[in-house]
């Protein structure tokens, strides 16, 4: 024991015992993006050499526990300089409403608003709190957005020589004309991670938009308009649609995003839905992979699509940070167009900043033509309650393995819709 | 006649259990294996080739993951958390675990309860107070602070356990060490704990895996990347739109060489340790 004792004592102190020291000029980052590590180190040591400043990127992942690191943080007061808060908007506004975020507008006001005009305006919406917002937060913006993103439709090329198609598609019917051609030569028609709630959310919402219009959409989840309406049986109605032209890849309910995309990557399947997120996963499963972007095809001729889309990531500053200039003007310079480019370039993302576009690479900018017509829930006027999205997302999977029609579903959500209201008056 | 059809039946049985076992024992090598040769190969072909071996072996990603993937920082950082947490764990769980079981003193029952009732507490809920009164003690962000919340993390199960094996030892063994002039600190160190080997071999194996593959509290607490567990290393392979499979299987083979062999060296003691807890009380 008189032996062991000491050699304890000595890993003990070797593990280091004492705290380490801060460097007080550091810019301290915490950020969840694994892929971007290496491209924000560079960075990091670019704007070193030209300032002087030192910047530290510190990566946690995965994302889930980066959230938890955050909140463990703000209730210790030590978060860092810049951070990035995930999830819904409502969380953002909680640690605006708590004093953990500071308020940026005034910087992107400066100079007739330079900094502010050289960003997508929907990309720096997702930060923003407009007056009068429900969530109660002083107007401004309170984030600076990095990348944007959007989620589009793709298809594979080869598959489209082989099958003698010309064109993507443009309209719904042009795309089940398509689907028969493809299934004639043994090739699968559409993929996508299905079995995310989320993803179906996406793509039947774009519809429901394409459809009825966002007035009628809203008013649904306003609770004027139910669910048993015309227009939401023939939303759901397209799955049934596709279920029955055999457009959809089998198991597409129990898929997530990653399966979906390595069957795109490998040639599984001719289209996919999926976000822009995907030149990078793609590139890596699979580099000879010969894709472009396409709109989802219209089920109304007449009416634009719309699709989901905005910042990516963003970064916040920490309102109790020290040194808030030197913060200002490391972020200015990281959202700069070289910078941005940099970061497409390397990470395969959609920079956030507009004038970047011009060097970026050529799927990314089929992407980026369309950041004007994207939308997105949290950018939206009211939000329909998750149990209400949760059983209408599973009411279509139920519809594309046949154990339900669009009607029974329409009818099934509306009574929870109804129950959820009730419970939401009183 | 009788006999012999008695042998057959023996045989028959034996060649059943046997295949049985060879099944169960290939579901569990397997995973294993599938991570081995995965660990070879490139990102293309991880989805294309099928086969078990495969036809280019990339032995470069072990190479990679150790240098680029930091995980020869990360591990070194494991084996210094696991070492010290569980060689802690033992000192301070078999002290108390001996002075609960053969000890009088006040309140011993109310705090072997408090121990107990701790093991109640899921871990996640003790994370955001740990992290708070860590920084308020300065020790967040060091290998010490880490160290000691791994060390009260694993100490009411061992406590428990180890508890368990000191109420059956023989109280003539602890009169014959006083007679030969042991203290109470010498019968727990010459006579308790070379008793409680099979026991103090699995608190070693549960906390050795538990602290070994631990990653959350590690991220919550420490900030520095050359403080990280080998966990991380893992982690940021796992991107959130992307996976780079190769090099997170080679990763994981470097992280799960170390517990297949700590449990090799330790696995009668462990076998016996477990075959007795079952059979206490």
Known sequence: ?426 | MAVSNYKWIRVVQSVFSHVFLIFVALTCLFPLLWMLRSSLMTNETIFIDKALIPQTLHFNNFYLAWTQGKFGVYFLNSIIYTASAVFAIIVIASLAAYAFSRLQFPGKNFFFYLFLAAMMIPLPGSFVPLVVLMNKLHLANTRIGYILCMINVGLSLSIYILKTFFDKMPSALEDAARIDGCSKLGIWFHVALPLARPAIAVVVIFNTLNIWNEYILATLLLNHEHLMPLQRGLMVYQGAYSVDYPMLMAGLSITAAPVVLVYLFMQKHIIKGLSEGATAG
């Not at chain 1, 860092?80 to 995930?86: A, E, K, N, Q, T």
């Not at chain 1, 929907?122 to 959007?150: H, M, S």
């Not at chain 1, 090329?157 to 443009?170: D, R």
């Not at chain 1, 309209?171 to 090739?187: H, M, P, S, Y």
């Open chain 1, 1 to 426: 024991m008189k032996r062991i004792l000491p050699v304890v004592l000595a890993v003990f102190l070797l593990a280091g015992c004492s705290p380490l020291i801060e460097q007080k000029d550091t810019i301290t980052i915490w950020h969840w993006m694994t892929d971007r590590q290496d491209a924000f180190t560079r960075l990091a040591q670019q704007y070193e050499q030209k300032t002087g400043v030192k910047v530290r990127f510190e990566l946690y992942a995965p994302s889930d526990i980066y959230s938890r690191k955050i909140v463990a943080a703000a209730q210790a007061r030590a978060l860092p300089d810049i951070f990035g808060i995930l999830g819904e908007k409502k969380r953002l506004a909680l640690f605006v409403e708590s004093g953990f975020v500071a308020d940026l507008t005034d910087e992107f006001e400066k100079n007739d608003a330079l900094w502010e005009k050289s960003f997508f305006e929907k990309a720096l919406n997702v930060n923003r709190f407009e007056p009068d917002n429900a969530y109660k937060v002083k107007p401004g913006i309170y984030g600076v957005p990095l990348d944007v993103t959007n989620i589009q439709m793709l298809y594979n090329e080869e598959l489209f020589v082989k099958a003698g198609i010309k064109e993507p598609p443009e309209t719904f019917d042009q795309f089940l004309e398509n689907i028969a051609v493809l299934n004639r030569l043994g090739i699968d028609g559409f993929v996508s991670g299905w079995g995310e709630n989320w993803m179906i959310d996406c793509f039947s919402s774009i519809y429901a938009l394409n459809i009825m219009g966002e007035e009628k959409v809203m008013a649904t989840y306003r609770g004027e308009v139910s669910y048993t309406d015309e227009d939401w049986i023939k939303v759901l109605s397209l799955f049934k649609t596709m279920r029955d032209h055999k457009a959809l890849v089998p198991g597409i309910v129990t898929k997530g995003n990653k399966y979906a995309e390595q069957d795109f990557a490998l040639g599984r399947a001719a289209f996919a839905f999926n976000g822009s997120w995907c030149v990078n996963v793609y590139d890596k499963m699979n580099p000879a992979l010969q894709y472009k972007v396409m709109l989802p095809p219209r089920v109304d001729p007449d009416v634009p699509m719309q699709i989901w889309g905005g910042a990516g990531s963003s970064f916040v500053v920490n309102q109790t940070a020290g040194n808030r200039q030197r913060i200002i003007d490391f972020l200015k310079w990281l959202t700069g167009k070289e910078q941005q480019v940099f970061l497409s370039q390397e990470t395969k993302n959609l920079p956030s900043n507009r004038e970047a576009l011009s060097e970026i690479p050529d799927v990314l900018l089929q992407f980026a033509k369309a950041m004007d017509i994207t939308t997105h829930p949290s950018l939206w006027p009211y939000n329909e309650s998750p149990l209400v999205t949760e059983a209408f997302c599973k009411g279509i999977q139920a519809i594309i393995i046949g154990e339900a029609t669009p009607e029974k579903v329409a009818t099934d959500v509306q009574r929870l819709k109804e129950r959820e209201m009730k419970r939401e008056r009183q």
